[in-house]
């Protein structure tokens, strides 16, 4: 991968896998930076062995590492859009909208994406610098924000299910699928810093593994209590009474507020709705789409067979054998008790997202 050529490898030791100075809200790692010129970002493909800073200096080598889900989560991604558009500026002067096309097709789903390639590119009237300094917003915006939005959430948890909560998650919404701090991990992160965090069950999240690799690596690095399930038994957790609340962040939220987040998040919705405990999902404004009515017409990644039919490059499943990989499911509005963003509480059943 071209993202690999410029890798630099920080550290192969599986010892220090648990070390997470670079996630201080004002330390010196980010998930994605700027760098005046160039792209950097954690390489997400080998964590939790390796903790590995990519460059990225041309909008392929940027493609590629958001295709291959070295960097991923839907707020990461915005910034990820802009930052094209950014290193477009730089290298292809000529063909910038060319090239924003290009990042903005990378993935289909989230539509933080589109909305940071769009949100850089308006300024390209004014000229070069100005998309990047807006570029540059978008990534310090996503920075401010998730701290407003990790305290609204662990207000509304505390009010409604009282402390110490005890959460299940999926997938990866931390620090990693952000700037810095997370979304639905960073209302967890509040909650902990205020002695009002239990236990939390993350679950696995096949086929790519985000909640045992990256989510599981977050919480041991921040001192949280964890356990990781496989994704069918979420709702055994939720149902025998394990956990108070699920807690999830999203890649689209339509404007009837059905939510669409990583595939094996709608069972849990079921299950909660089921057991009387709330569905929370947590995400940025920039994630809710009054563009999109409802859940149906979102254009659900559907990503390459190999990732479910193979593990490591090993085939399991018989050579004829095809699969069905969706990356993101669905999940009805009714379900959903409260969506957290930086700005409100939406509270889907008795209140509209206009
Ligand atoms: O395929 P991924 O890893 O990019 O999917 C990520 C998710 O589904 C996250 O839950 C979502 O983007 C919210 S991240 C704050």
Known sequence: HAARDHA??????????????????DGPMRTIDWRGDRVVIIDQTR?????????????????????????RGAPALGVAGALGVALAVLTAPDRVEEEAA?????????????????????????????VVAEAVAVLED?????RALGERGADWLLDRVGGPVDALTHCNAGALACVEWGTALG????????????????????????????????????????????DSAGPSVIANGLVGAVVV????????????????????????????????????????????????SVDIEVRDE????????ERIAPAATRALNYAFDVTP??????????????????????
């Open 8 to 25: 630099r490898v920080l550290t192969r030791t599986p010892d220090r896998t648990h070390d997470h100075r670079q996630f201080r809200h």
């Open 47 to 71: 964590l939790p062995h390796d903790l590995v800073v990519a460059e990225l200096r041309t909008v392929d080598e940027l493609v590629a590492a958001i295709t291959s889900l070295a960097v």
């Open 102 to 130: 290009k990042v903005r097709a990378a993935r289909p789903t989230a539509v933080n994406l589109a909305w940071g390639v769009d949100r850089a590119l308006a300024r390209l009237p004014e000229g070069g610098a100005a």
């Open 142 to 146: 996503d920075a401010r924000l998730n």
């Open 187 to 230: 209302v967890l992160r509040s909650l902990h810093l205020r002695g009002g965090l239990g236990h939390v069950y993350a679950d696995e999240t096949r086929p790519l593994l985000q909640g045992a690799r990256i989510t599981a690596w977050e919480l041991a690095g921040l001192g949280v209590p964890h356990t990781v399930v496989v």
């Open 249 to 296: 962040g999203a890649d689209r939220i339509a404007a009837n507020g059905d939510v669409v987040n990583k595939v094996g998040t709608y069972p849990l919705a079921l299950a909660a709705a089921r057991a009387g405990i709330p569905f929370v999902v947590a995400a940025p404004e920039s994630t809710v789409d009054l563009g999109t009515p409802d859940g149906r």
């Open 306 to 313: 190999d990732e479910v039919l193979g593990w490591r490059g």
């Open 333 to 354: 509005a009714d379900l959903v008790a409260a969506i957290v963003t930086e700005a409100r509480v939406v509270e889907p059943a008795s209140g509209s997202l206009s």
